[in-house]
């Protein structure tokens, strides 16, 4: 009875879902609301897939932005994780909580934050229009910078956290063993604490890189608008073409480019 | 033999605890000397020390006669073996063994020859490609013991190195590394809290007491003339009598209710206190109470050990006593009046 519970809760919101995306995936168009036929069967939508190639450029962008993005937390949030597991214990509680401030304010308010602090009228070419540094404002918002500033700044709590986690574990005695064997300061980083905290550092990728492929909000309030992604092809093609068989293809498609990362992660989680 | 190791006035201090207090000792090249000690004695934080994880915040380490202040682990020609032994899980043993091989930047197939040689020298030749976790407690402390020899450091430094392992395996494993140290010729320092241990294993051995050097010497001599009651209680927990010396060269124990005569000149009216081993004392049931190291009392506990048994036996003054009875010898039961005898040899004076 208890186990039945997440089965049904997986089949009524997940499995019930997806296979209502298909269907409609492989419907026919047709004029009225919902704009396709019921139990009608189409390759439409493969065929506009696979021939324009304006939807195979936004998958393989929106993979490379969630590889730079992730890579980028990664990078960043590794020190952070070094820092905090480093840090005295009595202080750990409060810098693991500085880490998770952001998520305090509202999504949207934080990336609404970055469009007034980079757009031309906005905070950052307001000063520097004072300072003299330029004489005209620097065309910083809508721009693939400004949106991977948005993305590293969204996600970057998710790469800290399980990487504090993995450091915290790491025995400090096997880099004193290491130094004491002869090892400075950087080779007992790179040969022992490096290693030991790889899964840390794979299972803090993956879970930037798996929400930031079908990322559709910091690319659209803060990207360049003639690069689209995944995300916003299927907002298009939804809302704007009508278009709901290829809407649901590329849904369901992003879906299964992400199983092998999804798969890969939950297999460094449950690792002894 | 020279000098390799002097500690000179070595104090350490944890927040409000004093770690070590003032700590001098010295060893000598292929010396093997034991730290022994109860938890907290501060043995641990003194390998620390020597071994540079921790520096000291008065005194010098000296090793070579090098003072070692400010030179890091990695630089100091000593090697630990650590307690939980501190084996890297993601690298095999051969790898775990080539460590510190590595780092010195030897050509590869001398560090292979030097790695496999030290491998065969424990038995572990076959083990070479496997991780830690993949071997048995026993193999791994000599995973341990092997990455630290293969440097061939002068000094070797061991945490509790038996600790971990079964009692079973305690006594060869001990008897292996006695071995691994004479065919190396470094010296040890092994800290640990069991006697029987740093007796059988050690040329010397120091305790500690709360920080403090208490005293260091060849184990016999530590056995058969601890020099404080601390050592003398440490040590196979000798019985304590304290008295009142005589002008006659005899001890007056009033809480005992006997005279020891004294083999070291005491002034007379000076108190003074003598350690008494259990298993020098002999226990019968009847007999004439000879005028010294003599004490009549009444038989309070017997406890069976295997190789005889423990009798606590309280004293006529009111003190009680452990005596040990061979396993050959009968025991009476519990509540009956015996008599108690032992050699003026036995009668150990304390300094303190």
């Known amino acids: ?272 | 033999m020279s000098v390799l190791l002097a500690l000179e006035g070595v104090s350490k201090r944890f927040g409000a605890t004093l770690a070590l207090d003032g700590l001098s000792l010295a060893m000598e090249r292929g010396e093997f000397v034991a730290l022994l000690g109860g938890s907290g004695s501060g043995k641990s934080t003194l390998l620390r020390v020597i071994a540079g994880f921790e520096a000291p915040e008065a005194g010098r380490v000296l090793l070579d006669g090098a003072d070692q202040a400010g030179v890091p682990p990695q630089a100091r020609p000593c090697a630990m073996v650590f307690q939980n032994y501190a084996l890297f899980p993601h690298l095999s043993v051969f790898d775990n063994v080539a460590y510190g091989l590595r780092r010195e930047g030897l050509p590869k197939l001398d560090i292979a020859a030097r790695v496999g040689q030290a491998l065969a020298m424990v038995g572990l030749e076959a083990m070479a490609g496997r991780r830690p976790h993949q071997l048995s407690g026993g193999q791994r402390q000599r995973v341990a013991l092997v990455r630290a020899l293969v440097k061939r450091p002068p000094l070797v430094l061991l945490d509790e190195p038996l600790g971990a392992l079964d009692a079973g395996l305690r006594e060869a494993t001990g008897q292996e590394l006695r071995a691994l140290q004479r065919a190396t010729g470094s010296a040890f320092v092994m800290v640990t809290h069991d006697q029987a241990e740093a007796l059988a294993l050690a040329d010397r051995v120091a305790v500690l007491e709360a920080g403090r050097l208490v005293q260091c010497a060849p184990p016999q001599e530590l056995y058969e003339s601890p020099a404080t009651r601390f050592v003398a209680g440490f040590l196979g927990g000798a019985n304590v009598l304290e008295g009142v010396a005589g002008t006659d060269g005899l001890l007056h124990c009033p809480a005992a209710g006997c005279t020891l005569r004294l083999t070291t000149l005491v002034p007379p009216g000076s108190r003074a206190a003598v350690a008494l081993r259990a298993e020098r004392i002999t226990l019968s049931a009847e007999g004439e109470l000879p005028p010294e190291n003599a004490a009549t009392g009444v038989l309070r506990g017997v406890t069976y050990q295997g190789a005889g048994w423990l009798c606590t036996v309280a004293l006529a003054g009111g003190q009680t006593l452990r005596v040990q009875v061979p396993a050959d010898r009968a025991v009476p039961p519990p509540g009956v009046p015996v008599l108690l005898e032992w050699p003026v040899a036995a009668n150990i004076l304390l300094a303190e």
């Open chain 1, 1 to 272: 009875m208890l186990r039945a519970i997440p089965f049904g809760w997986l089949l009524a919101f997940v499995a019930v879902p997806c296979l209502l995306l298909l269907v409609i995936a492989f419907a026919a168009l047709a004029e009225g609301v919902p704009p396709f036929a019921w139990g009608s069967l189409s390759l439409e939508a493969l065929i506009t897939l696979t021939e324009d190639g304006f939807y195979l450029a936004a998958f393989l962008r929106s993979l490379r932005v969630a590889f730079i993005t992730a890579a980028l937390c990664l990078a960043l949030a590794f020190p952070m994780a070094l820092a905090l597991a480093r840090a005295p214990a009595r202080w750990q509680p409060v810098l693991v909580l500085a880490v998770l401030l952001p998520f305090w304010t509202g999504f949207l308010l934080r990336m609404a934050a970055w469009v007034g602090l980079l757009r031309d009228q906005g905070w950052l070419n307001g000063v520097l229009l004072a300072l003299g540094v330029i004489e005209e404002p620097l065309p910083l918002l809508y721009s693939s910078g400004a949106m991977l500033l948005g993305m590293v700044h969204a996600y970057l709590p998710f790469a800290v956290l399980p990487l504090y986690a993995t450091l915290l574990r790491l025995d400090r005695g096997l880099e004193e063993a290491a130094a004491d064997l002869g090892a400075g300061r950087f080779t007992v980083f790179r040969t022992i604490t490096l290693p030991l905290a790889a899964p840390g550092a794979a299972a803090a990728f993956l879970l930037v890189f798996i929400p930031a492929a079908g990322e559709y909000v910091v690319p659209e309030m803060l990207g360049p608008p003639e690069a689209q992604l995944v995300g916003r092809a299927v907002w298009g093609a939804f809302f704007q073409d009508r278009d709901w068989p290829l809407a649901c293809l590329l849904a369901v498609l992003l879906l299964a480019v992400l199983v092998l990362p999804i798969r890969l992660f939950q297999r460094l989680e449950t690792r002894p």
